[in-house]
């Protein structure tokens, strides 16, 4: 039994008091029987861990350095930094990483790599645009992008990552893929990591994500292979975020 996991994309949005009544919010009103992260921006992650230590939410990051150890990297957040701050998790290869700051297949594995070697928790994020969706490259790409993933550092790093299905199209444009599309896609991943390892493949957590409503989250996660959410707009409300967790357990 894999336990649900709802994760919260805040990425550059609200103020150190809109995340401290948020994550606030959340902490004081979520359900203990799934995992619950949020992904606050980088500055506010220390400060909500402080606040909300001992409350059971979890945090992670958008994004970390590939770069191990430390050096003049200037602008360059470490896995080891995050590690300290209080983050749990971290999200590797979203698709506004690879859009707007060019990381490759390459890149977003050797960023995995940073995470897992610091003790952090991997989520990475695959998916393909509407353009390949439409050519029926979808496979294609998400088979890509795990492979990069998996030549360097192997299926039993795994056992401590997760996979967020996020189609291009369906992130912050209301279109949520169905029930089917996203579970055919899920099978998909798993199929292909239970070809390296079966029971790695069944215990990895596979979350959607792609404008999950209330309205669409119980119907997404009723599917066989999907094991959690990854939320970004609707993560940004209490009262939304809270409903789509009450959902999900
Ligand atoms: C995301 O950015 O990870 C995301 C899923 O966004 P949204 O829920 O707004 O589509």
């Known amino acids: 039994m894999r336990r649900k996991i709802v994760a919260g994309n805040w990425k550059m949005?609200?103020?150190?008091?809109?995340?401290?009544?948020?994550?606030?919010?959340?902490?004081?009103n979520m359900p203990a029987e799934?995992?619950?992260?949020v992904f606050p921006p980088l500055p506010y992650i220390a400060g909500l861990r402080a606040q909300l230590f001992g409350s059971g939410l979890q945090f992670g990051a958008q994004d970390l350095s590939e770069r191990e150890g430390q050096g003049a990297f200037t602008g360059d957040v470490s896995a080891a930094m995050l590690v300290d701050v209080g983050a749990n998790y971290v999200l590797v290869g979203h698709?506004?990483?690879?859009?707007?700051?060019?990381?490759?297949?390459?890149?977003?594995a050797r960023k995995f790599a940073a995470a897992r070697a610091a003790g952090l928790t991997p989520i990475l994020c695959v998916g393909e645009t509407r353009q390949q969706r439409d050519s029926g490259e979808t496979e294609a790409?998400?088979?890509q992008q795990l492979d990069a993933v998996l030549k360097l550092n192997g299926i039993a790093s795994f056992d401590t990552a997760l996979i967020g299905y996020e189609p291009v199209w369906a992130i912050g444009s209301g279109e949520t893929a169905t029930p089917q599309q996203a579970q055919d896609v899920h099978a998909f991943i798993r199929s292909k990591l239970e070809k390296e390892d079966i029971s790695i493949a069944r215990r990895t957590r596979l979350l959607y994500g792609g404008s999950v409503t209330t309205?669409?989250?119980?119907?997404l996660l009723a599917q066989a292979d999907?094991?959690?959410?990854?939320?970004?707009?609707?993560?940004?409300t209490a009262i939304d975020f809270l409903e789509i967790c009450a959902a999900a357990q």
């Open 141 to 143: 790409i998400i088979g």
């Open 226 to 236: 999907i094991d959690g959410g990854l939320v970004g707009g609707a993560a940004l």
């Open 34 to 37: 799934i995992d619950i992260a």
């Open 95 to 108: 698709s506004e990483r690879r859009k707007y700051h060019g990381e490759s297949n390459e890149c977003v």
């Open 215 to 219: 309205s669409n989250v119980a119907k």
């Open 13 to 28: 949005y609200g103020s150190r008091s809109m995340a401290s009544d948020l994550a606030g919010a959340i902490a004081a």
